[in-house]
């Protein structure tokens, strides 16, 4: 079975753009076994938009990898990550065009799928720009989901149409694995917080074989993001990779990074590959958290509590505001009740270190943008 936890790895999309090219790929595939995201779990590099040539072959009406970006054609890419241990995923678009305006998928969909099989493509991203206006939506994913299938290759199918005609409504029984459901995130706070506002409907959705994907990270980008694009403005500082980061795990969503890999650094390599954090995002469970809304304060302040296979639980307190909030909350909202003879006793998913025992309320001070997040199990008073 695909996805049978919400996928992992990398798309090359939020630092590079349609400015992608085989030396970069191979690189990031390499950078990612040296630095031990493998054995982390993430195992996907996907190439995003701009990978080909700017029409088709005319006489097989394939489409064709860009001749100077790939100049060994795409096999000898996907060999190359496979040979690492790694998967290898590619992108394509149910309309005419991709957003990048290269050749689209629309009407091409079982040559298409049969032409990444060829190259040995895991993983398959399908965008959504240039539809026809008297195209289906629900069924080019249709369309695509079939053609995958009857592609002869185990394909993850990545849906990408930004949460139109209430995709996760019907995704799932196209047979795709994960699905966007918002537009296109940037690398700012603003952004990652306004996804992660827009997702806690949603989220009952998303189980293991089909996820809800808040999209690809920002997490390590720095500011360093697709030049001439908003991408490439801003960034966020640690404490704030660290609460999209947690808010995506807490959500069980595909853990894509976007940022360029050869430039992480230790501190950021630490978060993403921090074990409690990706246990959270794994879990074989993948139930939505429930969602706190904290409303003493007017900074949209939440609070998460998750529960995980084997009798554990996450928390996760996230300070949205401007100022050190003391986050409060009533532990019998999630359900504990204080005649239970139960605490529950936590770590904190950062640290590793014991937080303390839990009866009847919690009161954790978060620093701006921050976050705080814990894992642990009840016991008997
Ligand atoms: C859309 C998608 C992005 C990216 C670009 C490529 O905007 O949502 O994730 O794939 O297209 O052009």
Sequence with gaps: MLAKTPPMGWNSWNTFGLNINEEVVVET??????LGLDKAGYKYIVIDDGWSELDRDPVSGKIVPDHVKFPNGMKSV???VHELGLKFGMYSCAGTRTCGDYPGSFDHEFLDARTFAEYGCDY???????????????LMYRRMGLALKASGREILFSACSWGRDEVHKWIRSVGAHMYRTTGDINDSFESFRDIAFSQQDLLGYSAPGCFN???????????????????GHGGCTDAEYRSQFALWC????????????????????????????IRIDQDEEAR????????????????YFKHLSGGEYAMGFFNFGEHEHRIRTNLTDFGLSASSGLKLTLKDAF???????FTEYMNVPVAPHDCRVFIGRLENV
């Design 124 to 138: 398959l991203k399908y965008d959504f720009c240039y539809m026809p206006r008297t195209a289906n939506g629900p």
């Design 250 to 277: 807490l959500f069980s969503a595909p853990l894509i990074l976007g940022c360029d890999i050869r430039k992480l650094s230790p501190e950021m390599l630490a978060l993403v590959t921090n074990k409690n954090l």
């Design 213 to 231: 994907d808040t999209d690809m990270l920002t997490v390590g980008m720095f500011g360093n993001g697709l030049v001439g694009t908003e991408l």
């Design 351 to 357: 640290t590793d270190e014991p937080f303390g025992s």
């Design 288 to 303: 939505p958290p429930i969602e706190q809304h904290v409303s003493l304060t007017s900074a949209k302040n939440r609070v």
């Design 78 to 80: 996907s060999d190359k």
């Design 29 to 34: 595939a390499k950078e990612f076994v040296r």
